[in-house]
């Protein structure tokens, strides 16, 4: 089971940026992919951004423009642009998804197996 931790988010205002990393402790050299999610108090988790491993990305809608998801050997990041106060909860890194051929990465958790711990990411 590849551990995944990570670092990064923290607080800023609207319209500033935020980055979320999450380092992988090893990368897989099958095909698989990753993905980002968060979840706001009293909220369901939901899906912001996910990427397979030829490099295909998937955006929810409430993201799209502002968010870049990238990964880089076994660091997955995500970058987050013009950040609104509903960008607000605890993110976190996902793996070993769902390869779904003709369709890209998945944006629902029940698609992913691995989990790390979240990072806090409050926008004001």
């Known amino acids: 089971h590849v551990q995944l931790v990570e670092s990064g988010g923290g607080s800023a205002q609207a319209g500033g940026s935020l980055r979320v990393s999450c380092s992988a402790s090893?990368?897989?050299?099958?095909?698989?992919?990753m993905g980002w999610f968060r979840q706001a108090p009293g909220k369901e988790r939901e899906g912001v951004a996910s990427?397979?491993?030829?490099?295909t990305v998937h955006y929810a809608d409430s993201v799209k423009g502002r968010f870049t998801i990238s990964k880089v050997k076994d660091t997955l990041s995500l970058q987050m642009n013009d950040v609104k106060p509903e960008d607000t909860g605890l993110y976190y890194c996902a793996a070993e998804g769902a390869i779904y051929y003709g369709n890209p990465p998945p944006l629902e958790h029940y698609e992913y197996s691995n989990w790390g711990q979240g990072t806090q990411v409050t926008v004001s």
């Open positions: 990427i397979d491993s030829d490099g």
């Open positions: 090893r990368n897989s050299k099958r095909r698989h992919c």
